[in-house]
Structures are given as structure tokens and as C-alpha cells.
């Protein structure tokens, strides 16, 4: 079967790095997404890697490695508004979304 | 603010209660989406509009009928809920099925569902 693999939850310190880290077992591989969930709101489009590499975004970067089915969302300097859940989806080879659980990260003073 | 609009946000519904849920995109885009966010699953597909036709219905159970009447609006039309179906519906859109390459889909702030 198909799974996306994220950590459930992180905390962090505020002005500190985090890492987001996640897995993927897909049938083919045609992209990757990060999305940004607050509290009560809707999901806001943050990343999209299809080759290996990282892709740097103001704070925010989001790295890929196909030959080992991982993502990291990567977020510096953080801040209070930060903290929101991060869903990791993959498309697969019918172009078909895949989603994770979603990391809920809270972010301390 | 979004490009996707949702209502209501949220409802309460007994178990033989028919109610209707409401989505309207203002993007120009083709595909519209039904999901359910459930706490700590993943996002669970459900229907899938792809200029006004249905193009995909992932098992599920008929107490569930959607409804699209233009490239606009997408309804989700409900009738004898199980309390199980009570979660988050969000409402999504994309230009093209999948969205294609980078193309993202856009969602709206959901309608959270409580079946008593």
C-alpha cells in the first residue's frame, strides 16, 4: 500500500531551526507538497519539490531525495505564528495525492 | 482569505437530519474536491470534479452524494449520518484533476461536522 510517514508532533523554541521530516512508500513519484495548517483554518500551499534538491523559500526550505523517499520541510527563525500542523502529500503515478498525518508543531517563547 | 468559500462552517445534525454543505471557488479553476480531515489521519479523498463530472468516488458510502452544478459550486449532500462521520469537510480546487506540475490546490477553511 501506499503511506507517508511524518513525525505526529515537535516543539520548538522560538528564533530556533526545526525539522520536518518525511517518508514516503508511493506507486511512482510526480511530486511533492507541503502545506501549512493552522488551528481552525484551511491548508495553505508552502512547498513543491519534484527534482532532488533543496528549494528555499524566505524562511522556510523543503528538501527532496527520490532514491530514498524523503522530504524535509525546514523552517529557521522561527516564530509564534509558526506553530500549525505541516502536511507532507506525494503524487503518485496516477497523479493521485497522497497525504500524511500531518506534524502539529508547537512553538515555546 | 481564501478563493475557496465553505458553508456553513459549522453544523450539527441529528442522524436522520438532511443537510447540505456548500462550496463555491472564485479561482477560474476546473477541478473541484470533497475531503475529510479526521484528527490525526490523513487527508481522506472523497469526490473529485473535474469540469462538472465526477471523475472520482473513493468507496465512499452513499449517505454521502455530491452535487456540482457548474465549474463553481460543489455540494455535499447528507442523509443519515453515523456519528463516525463527524470530522472536518474541506472543500478544495485545482486547475486541472491533479493539478498538473507545480499547480497546487487550493482549500477552503472546511466545515466542521458534528453528527448526534
Known amino acids: 500500500g501506499q503511506n507517508i510517514d511524518q513525525p505526529t508532533e515537535m516543539t520548538a523554541t522560538e528564533g530556533a531551526i526545526v525539522q520536518i521530516n518525511c517518508t514516503y512508500q508511493?506507486?511512482?513519484?510526480?511530486?511533492l507538497f507541503w502545506y501549512q495548517q493552522h488551528a481552525g483554518e484551511a491548508p495553505t500551499f508552502l512547498s513543491y519539490?519534484?527534482l532532488d534538491g533543496l528549494e528555499e523559500k524566505g524562511r522556510f526550505s523543503s528538501f527532496l531525495s527520490r532514491s530514498k523517499g524523503y522530504s524535509y520541510l525546514l523552517l529557521k527563525e522561527l516564530q509564534m505564528k509558526d506553530s500549525a500542523s505541516y502536511l507532507c502529500?506525494?503524487?503518485?503515478?496516477?497523479?493521485?495525492?497522497?497525504w500524511g498525518a500531518g506534524t502539529k508543531l508547537i512553538i515555546k517563547p | 482569505e481564501t478563493g475557496v468559500t465553505q458553508t456553513p462552517r459549522h453544523l450539527v445534525m441529528g442522524m436522520t437530519n438532511k443537510k447540505s454543505l456548500k462550496c463555491e471557488q472564485h479561482?477560474?479553476?476546473?477541478?473541484m474536491y470533497w475531503y475529510k480531515q479526521s484528527a490525526k489521519k490523513p487527508l481522506e479523498l472523497m469526490f473529485v470534479?473535474?469540469?462538472?463530472?465526477?471523475?472520482e468516488n473513493n468507496s465512499v458510502p452513499s449517505r454521502f452524494s455530491p452535487e456540482c452544478p457548474n465549474s463553481s459550486h460543489l455540494f455535499l449532500h447528507l442523509h443519515t449520518l453515523q456519528p463516525e462521520d463527524s470530522a472536518l469537510y474541506l472543500c478544495?480546487?485545482?486547475?486541472?484533476?491533479?493539478?498538473?506540475?507545480?499547480?497546487?490546490?487550493?482549500f477552503g477553511e472546511g466545515s466542521w461536522l458534528t453528527v448526534v
Open positions: 508511493t506507486s511512482g513519484f510526480n511530486g
Open positions: 470534479y473535474s469540469l462538472e463530472e465526477r471523475v
Open positions: 502529500a506525494v503524487r503518485d503515478s496516477n497523479y493521485q495525492l497522497i
Open positions: 519539490n519534484v
Open positions: 478544495a480546487s485545482s486547475q486541472g484533476p491533479t493539478g498538473a506540475g507545480g499547480n497546487t490546490i487550493y
Open positions: 479561482l477560474g479553476h476546473n477541478a
